[in-house]
């Protein structure tokens, strides 16, 4: 047995629901005992499939990914785009899952206001730790259903809604988004695409659309220029694109390739040249990225849910490795420095997580209006700041888990080289970091979240430095800094654009681990300690002042390009 990689005993995980404590603790927790009843065997098999076969399924989906055919034996133009059975294997899990059909079908819908989206996140993050190219086409299908059942007509809400909570694979409809163009993601309103009337409802629409994943979706959501004499995102409208016309004609959309990605590689994401395409206005004329923001906001919860789900599964795998891997006459978790790393990664996996959760009980809430104002101001706030963080912190957590796995987390016959491309893209898509910290800035000048959740850190910072009393200096010392993070926030208001933008992004991913101590904080109860307690340890440490953030001027180019130091 010396010449060996690991100790015979290696265990994995046979089931990432049974196996995961943290997951079960909140479900069973923060739903109510109808839901847990009626999910609990849902997850079991979920998370039997997601260590099971979805996990050899997605390996396959990944290295044997979809190839678009542009035309057929007789040199017709069909832009057919065929996948590996592996990948129609794992849509049928999906279906089975019931992660569409327990937030849409009707008597299911009404049975679980309010806790619905906990629900099919719960189900989600266990398919998403197996595959998450494919949960990038199921985000778009559950954010599809969002704009049919908000803003369609109702023939096409009774002809299309159907279609996503099926339990038939065969029958499902997935949806996609179309909103970047070569000339702008981030800046939407550069959106060039066009919109003309045709009659009624429909409309024509043309130009290109540049990033369009699931490129083979039933159901499109495109935003195209109505106005083009208004600039910007308000010149904007929404339309329901489909690619077959209601005589079962092949809409007039053209595939022009897909793109050759670094991760995601299971599913489809193309290229594609609208000409004349007949589509629906939804909404008003120049509504549409108003409408696209519902879309947009519920990708971005599931952008942060793939995170979670990838971070985790990065830091299962190389703790199960770790676990039965000697080196210097032990095993390796006993080294200090592994250790600590881990420490780290399970710290920050439990500030993410938990927030992400909180930000996902105020959309429930919010939509089942139940909620306060305030609570819809929170959301607002929270799901840009989640978004950001739990995107980074899983490629920085897959990154690190992936080296204590040394040479082994490298190689492709593991799971490791999948679960980092696959991260690598979440915090681009979905706007970018940048993106993600502007729009903190809009929400902490047109709403009052920022103050609620500061009053809300500190009444519970304070209650935890009267209990906590061996480490009450260090929870006072932290709701110092947590003030003083609030003058100069409160200060960015006043300031040029300039100054505000480049200190927003240093004092805001300050904030955003305050309010990961706080989660922690809030759903910590006396089963959860055991993994609560050395995390609020690791936070309240890191938040000791460690060098003040002040007010600062974003650098002038002259300074970057010497910086650079790039000859042209
Ligand atoms: C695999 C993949 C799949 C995708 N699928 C889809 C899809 O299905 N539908 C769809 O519509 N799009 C999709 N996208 C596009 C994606 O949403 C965009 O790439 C993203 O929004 C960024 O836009 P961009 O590429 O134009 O970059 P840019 O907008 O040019 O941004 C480049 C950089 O500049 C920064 N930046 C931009 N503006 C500012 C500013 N004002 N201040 C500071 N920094 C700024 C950004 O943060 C970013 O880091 C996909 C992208 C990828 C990689």
Known sequence: MKNSVLQPEQHISSNFYESDIILQHYVQTRLSARSLAYISDKLINI??????????????????????????????????????????QMIEIAVTSEMFRIKWEPGLRARFAGERHRLGFALGFLFAMSESGLYCPLCMTDGVAVLIDRYCANADKERLLPRIYTHDAKELFTGAMFLTEKAGGSDVGAALVTATHKEGSRWLLNGEKWFCSNANADIIFALARTKPEIEGTRGLGIFLLEPRLRNGAKNNMELVRLKDKLG??????????????????VGGETEGFKIMTDMINLSRLYNSVAALAGMRRGIIEAYQFLSFRN??????????????????????????????????????????????????????????????????????????????????????????????????????????????????????????????????????????????????????????????????????????????????????????????????????????????????????????????????????????????????
């Open 327 to 568: 080196s210097f006459g032990k095993l390796a978790l006993e080294h200090a420095l592994i250790r600590t790393k881990l420490l780290e990664l399970g710290s920050l996996y439990l500030g993410n997580f938990y927030s992400t959760w909180r930000t996902i009980e105020a959309m429930d809430a919010v939509e089942n209006q139940d909620a306060l104002a305030e609570e819809a101001q929170l959301l607002r706030l929270l799901t840009p700041m989640v978004k950001k963080a739990t995107a980074e912190a899983a490629v920085y957590g897959v990154r690190e888990a992936m080296e204590l796995m040394g040479g082994l987390g490298y190689i492709e016959d593991g799971v490791m080289p999948k679960i980092m491309r696959d991260v690598m893209v979440l915090p681009i898509w979905e706007g970018a970091g940048n993106i993600m910290i502007l729009d903190m800035l809009r929400a902490m000048m047109k709403t009052q979240a920022l103050k609620t959740m500061l009053s809300e850190i500190e009444i519970l910072y304070n209650a935890w430095s009267d209990e906590d009393i061996e480490n009450a200096k260090l929870w006072q010392s932290a709701t110092i800094e947590l003030r003083a993070l609030e003058g100069l926030l409160s200060s960015l208001v006043q300031q040029p654009q300039e100054i505000m933008e480049a200190t927003a992004k240093p004092a805001f991913e300050r904030l955003t681990q305050f309010y990961q101590l706080y989660c922690l904080l809030r759903y910590y109860d006396e089963d959860s300690a055991t993994w609560m307690s050395p995390a609020i340890g690791f936070y309240l440490r890191r938040l000791q002042p460690i060098m003040a953030i002040n007010l600062q001027t974003a650098p002038s180019l002259e300074t970057i390009k010497n910086l650079i130091a790039w000859a042209f």
């Open 264 to 281: 995601t590689r299971s599913m489809a994401s193309g290229e594609y040249l609208l000409h004349d395409a007949e589509a629906t206005l």
């Open 47 to 88: 998370g039997a499939s997601a260590a099971g076969q979805l996990n050899e399924l997605s390996l396959t989906a990944d290295k044997f990914g979809p190839v678009l055919h542009k035309r057929n034996f007789y040199g017709e133009n069909i832009d057919e785009i065929r996948f590996h059975p592996a990948y129609k």
